[in-house]
């Protein structure tokens, strides 16, 4: 039988309609289904599916082989994690770490005030002017 290079989005459509028509499969049965495709790529598809969530590890076996059932009720398999709005390829569903990297991306965004210390106060700097443009105002024979 020939391999074929499927996209990992492909893939991951590809056995969510397996799940969709049998409610529940082993890997084989996902491999024997999918035209092509290898054990590694399916196991590593279901993985990515189950930190997810979209996947679960069902309670029995058959054939000696680990059951996986939908983990969440949607019809069409979006591109990205509904949960954490990130891809499906990160190791971990967290749906702060999207809100965490957008307020870091924020404080690299904003003026940074670490160098104000060292700022004259509005007072004290019309006050030296002041000072400066009556010494400058001096005639010249004053001196």
């Keep these: 039988m020939e391999r074929k290079r499927y996209s990992a989005e492909y893939l991951r459509r590809c056995i969510w309609r397996c799940l969709d028509i049998s409610v529940s499969a082993t890997i084989p049965d996902m491999v024997a289904g999918i035209e092509g495709i290898g ?23 058959r054939g000696g082989h680990r059951l996986y059932v939908k983990g969440r009720r949607v019809a069409v398999l979006p591109v990205v994690c509904g949960c954490c ?3 499906f390829a990160t190791k ?12 870091k991306e924020r404080e690299r965004m904003r003026p940074s005030n670490n160098a104000d210390w060292h700022r004259v106060p509005d007072e004290l700097k019309t006050r030296l002017e002041r000072q400066l443009n009556n010494v400058s105002e001096v005639p010249d024979d004053a001196v």
């Design 39 to 61: 054990f590694d790529s399916v196991k590593k598809a279901l993985r990515q599916l189950e930190i997810h969530g979209y996947v679960v590890k069902s309670v029995g076996k």
């Design 85 to 87: 709005k990130g891809a």
């Design 92 to 103: 971990t569903c967290d749906p702060l770490q999207r809100e965490r990297e957008r307020e």
